[in-house]
């Protein structure tokens, strides 16, 4: 009983094996997380159009509940760049930024995911999260990141610009350019050179002047916090609130408030789409992150288990003031490399965070939104992987399609129909290159049992007997089409008496499938032609025996493709020799 319910319930497996090198470990690792993460969720708040405490209040309870029903040992669960870009994209649809209906919309979409991830992992449907393929998530990702870095520049001039588009947010930028307030521009500017050069520089400067590996690699990870208390303390001591410089206020200095998500159905029906868009893109990082992870210890984390996780967490964030979340990229690396040996480091990340909301809000009213904007940028610019256009191109045009498409639509028409139309383009070049499978005509190679691509090999064929390899399953999509090439092989072949149809790589046969094949055999009865099959597979030929195709057939069923030929070019007698093609 205990096993079954740990299967749930993760802590109850790990708990049980808690010690005390484990518990040093974890706390460790918390607090360099909880530095790191501090910033950052004051951060990603103001990108999905929050205000900033609702960055630490969902960076609390959905920590906790991930770490009760999440798998992974290093995944660290809250607001990532990409999902509050999504969320911001969201509400705006739905309510006008900074009021109350934003933030109770805001809740509501965190329920929906929630809940929709729950429901993915109690019926265990972690599989179609498949369809996002790698060149759409990576073309996705980037866009994102670019569409992020550009609609934070209006906080690093301190001007006036919105939208939601490539297009949109150049033409505000253009627009009040010339409105660009000079210390706001300063500020941004220096703290996005010291993020860049800290994520690179810092840790060698450190060790120049004497700190250790593990001191130093903490320094280097506390950049962003260095950067926040710089810029506070400069707007404080200059005064620079009173000239223009755009600050975060007043954040009430509390724990997470008990929340109730708006549940109103007209709500509902605007936000299902977009939180189940949130829950697929959150769910597959998330994922990558943990499982590349788990690799590196030899550990292995339940996909379908990760989405129960998941969606409690993003549960938590509903009822505690947040919005939606996922396990980052950034700070689960960081957990990671920290030494987190069990879920309890994000429980102990998650006290730390509580102790801020609690004690060091009051410390950030002079904190400049500009250097929330340029830790975003920092952020979300180690996203941007342009040369994945590149390397699909030199791989495979379909996927450069995909991922080009992606981009494009994403940048122009913005995130949602970009995720939306990667996923349908994947599914329609999917469904085009195996609408037109590879089909070999094979012979065998001299002195062997084996049989190969005759353009490709020297090998040994029959006039009276062709063999086809079809290198896909066979279902509604390809079967006109392989009846099409069978039947435009043997037309105008006089000497042919047999066709072989190779199924080594036939995995599935579909019922459309099914009446191409007996199609195909009556087509070729009439022309005096047999039909046999060679090396099918045991799945398919169950099915082929619940159907009365194999009664019909007008050949035979041979085990190996090696059998079938010395089998029929015995019985096409002499006048078939055999031939010899070259390759080509």
């Given at each position: 009983?205990?096993?079954?319910?740990?299967r749930?319930?993760?802590?109850?497996?790990?708990?049980r094996?808690?010690?005390r090198?484990?518990?040093?470990d974890?706390?460790?690792?918390?607090?360099?997380?909880?530095?790191m993460l501090?910033?950052?969720?004051?951060?990603?708040?103001?990108?999905?159009?929050?205000p900033?405490?609702?960055?630490?209040y969902?960076?609390?309870?959905p920590?906790?509940?991930?770490?009760i029903?999440?798998?992974?040992?290093?995944?660290a669960?809250?607001?990532?760049?990409?999902?509050?870009?999504?969320?911001?994209?969201?509400?705006?649809?739905?309510?006008?930024?900074?009021s109350?209906g934003?933030?109770?919309?805001?809740?509501?979409?965190a329920?929906?995911?929630?809940?929709?991830?729950?429901?993915?992992?109690?019926?265990r449907?972690?599989f179609?999260?498949n369809?996002?393929?790698?060149?759409?998530i990576?073309?996705f990702?980037?866009?994102?990141?670019?569409?992020?870095?550009?609609?934070?520049?209006?906080?690093?001039?301190?001007?006036?610009?919105?939208g939601a588009?490539?297009?949109?947010?150049?033409?505000?930028?253009?627009?009040n350019?010339g409105?660009?307030?000079?210390?706001?521009?300063?500020?941004?500017?220096?703290?996005?050179?010291?993020?860049?050069?800290?994520?690179?520089?810092?840790k060698p400067a450190?060790?120049?002047?004497?700190?250790?590996?593990?001191l130093?690699d903490m320094?280097?990870?506390?950049?962003?916090?260095?950067?926040?208390?710089?810029?506070?303390?400069?707007v404080?001591?200059?005064?620079?609130?009173?000239r223009?410089?755009?600050?975060?206020?007043?954040?009430?200095a509390?724990l997470?408030?008990?929340?109730?998500?708006?549940?109103?159905?007209?709500i509902?029906?605007?936000?299902?789409?977009?939180?189940?868009?949130?829950?697929?893109?959150?769910?597959?990082?998330?994922?990558?992150?943990?499982q590349?992870?788990a690799?590196?210890?030899?550990?292995r984390v339940?996909?379908?288990?990760?989405?129960?996780?998941?969606?409690a967490?993003?549960?938590?964030?509903?009822?505690?003031?947040?919005?939606?979340?996922?396990?980052?990229?950034?700070?689960?690396?960081?957990?990671?490399?920290?030494?987190?040996?069990?879920?309890?480091?994000?429980?102990?990340?998650?006290?730390?965070?509580?102790?801020?909301?609690?004690?060091?809000?009051?410390?950030?009213?002079?904190?400049?939104?500009?250097?929330l904007?340029?830790?975003?940028?920092v952020?979300?610019?180690?996203?941007v992987?342009?040369?994945?256009?590149?390397?699909?191109?030199?791989?495979?045009?379909?996927?450069?399609?995909?991922v080009?498409?992606?981009?494009?639509?994403?940048?122009?028409?913005?995130v949602?129909?970009?995720?939306?139309?990667?996923?349908?383009?994947s599914v329609?070049?999917?469904?085009?290159?195996?609408?037109?499978?590879?089909?070999?005509?094979?012979?065998?190679i001299?002195?062997?049992?084996?049989?190969?691509?005759?353009?490709?090999?020297?090998?040994?064929?029959?006039?009276?007997?062709?063999?086809?390899?079809?290198?896909?399953?066979?279902?509604?999509?390809?079967a006109r089409?392989?009846?099409d090439?069978?039947?435009?092989?043997?037309?105008?072949d006089?000497?042919?008496?047999?066709?072989?149809?190779?199924?080594?790589?036939?995995?599935?046969?579909?019922?459309?499938?099914?009446?191409?094949?007996?199609?195909?055999n009556?087509?070729?009865?009439?022309?005096?032609?047999?039909?046999?099959?060679?090396?099918?597979k045991?799945p398919?030929?169950?099915?082929l025996?619940?159907s009365?195709f194999?009664?019909?057939?007008?050949?035979?069923?041979?085990?190996?493709?090696?059998e079938?030929?010395?089998?029929?070019?015995?019985e096409?007698?002499?006048?078939?020799?055999?031939n010899?093609?070259k390759e080509?």
């Amino acid at each position: 009983m205990m096993s079954k319910l740990a299967r749930y319930i993760p802590i109850l497996d790990w708990g049980r094996r808690y010690d005390r090198a484990s518990l040093g470990d974890d706390v460790m690792a918390a607090v360099i997380v909880t530095i790191m993460l501090i910033p950052q969720s004051l951060a990603y708040a103001l990108l999905a159009g929050m205000p900033p405490e609702a960055g630490l209040y969902a960076s609390i309870a959905p920590i906790l509940l991930y770490a009760i029903f999440g798998t992974s040992r290093a995944l660290a669960v809250g607001p990532v760049a990409v999902v509050s870009l999504m969320t911001a994209a969201a509400l705006g649809q739905v309510a006008e930024q900074g009021s109350v209906g934003y933030a109770a919309a805001a809740l509501t979409l965190a329920a929906l995911s929630g809940a929709i991830l729950l429901v993915m992992g109690l019926f265990r449907l972690g599989f179609l999260a498949n369809f996002l393929s790698h060149p759409v998530i990576a073309g996705f990702i980037t866009a994102s990141g670019i569409l992020i870095a550009i609609s934070q520049l209006r906080h690093i001039l301190g001007i006036e610009a919105g939208g939601a588009t490539l297009i949109e947010l150049g033409e505000g930028l253009v627009a009040n350019v010339g409105n660009t307030h000079l210390a706001t521009l300063i500020i941004g500017a220096s703290v996005t050179a010291f993020l860049f050069w800290a994520r690179r520089g810092l840790k060698p400067a450190l060790r120049r002047i004497g700190f250790g590996p593990r001191l130093s690699d903490m320094g280097a990870k506390a950049g962003p916090v260095v950067a926040v208390i710089a810029s506070t303390l400069a707007v404080w001591a200059l005064g620079l609130d009173a000239r223009g410089v755009a600050i975060v206020g007043t954040v009430p200095a509390s724990l997470p408030p008990l929340t109730m998500p708006d549940l109103a159905p007209d709500i509902i029906a605007q936000l299902f789409l977009p939180a189940l868009l949130i829950s697929v893109i959150g769910f597959v990082e998330s994922i990558s992150v943990a499982q590349t992870l788990a690799a590196k210890k030899r550990e292995r984390v339940a996909p379908n288990q990760e989405l129960i996780g998941l969606g409690a967490a993003n549960l938590g964030a509903a009822v505690t003031g947040g919005f939606p979340v996922t396990g980052g990229f950034s700070r689960s690396v960081v957990n990671f490399d920290a030494g987190a040996r069990t879920p309890a480091a994000g429980a102990f990340t998650a006290l730390g965070l509580a102790f801020a909301a609690l004690a060091l809000t009051p410390l950030i009213y002079f904190l400049p939104k500009a250097t929330l904007a340029a830790t975003i940028i920092v952020a979300v610019l180690a996203l941007v992987d342009l040369g994945v256009l590149r390397r699909a191109w030199g791989y495979s045009r379909q996927d450069f399609a995909a991922v080009a498409a992606t981009i494009a639509i994403t940048l122009l028409f913005g995130v949602e129909l970009g995720v939306s139309s990667g996923v349908a383009i994947s599914v329609l070049l999917y469904l085009y290159k195996t609408s037109r499978p590879h089909i070999a005509e094979v012979g065998r190679i001299k002195g062997t049992e084996h049989f190969r691509n005759i353009h490709r090999h020297a090998v040994e064929t029959d006039p009276a007997v062709v063999t086809l390899r079809v290198d896909e399953s066979l279902y509604f999509a390809n079967a006109r089409f392989l009846e099409d090439h069978i039947l435009t092989r043997v037309t105008e072949d006089k000497a042919l008496r047999h066709v072989i149809l190779q199924c080594s790589a036939i995995n599935e046969i579909d019922l459309s499938a099914l009446e191409s094949l007996e199609a195909i055999n009556l087509r070729l009865k009439e022309m005096g032609l047999a039909l046999h099959l060679s090396e099918v597979k045991g799945p398919v030929m169950d099915r082929l025996k619940r159907s009365h195709f194999l009664d019909a057939l007008t050949g035979r069923v041979f085990l190996s493709q090696h059998e079938a030929v010395a089998a029929l070019s015995n019985e096409a007698g002499p006048s078939s020799a055999a031939n010899t093609k070259k390759e080509s």
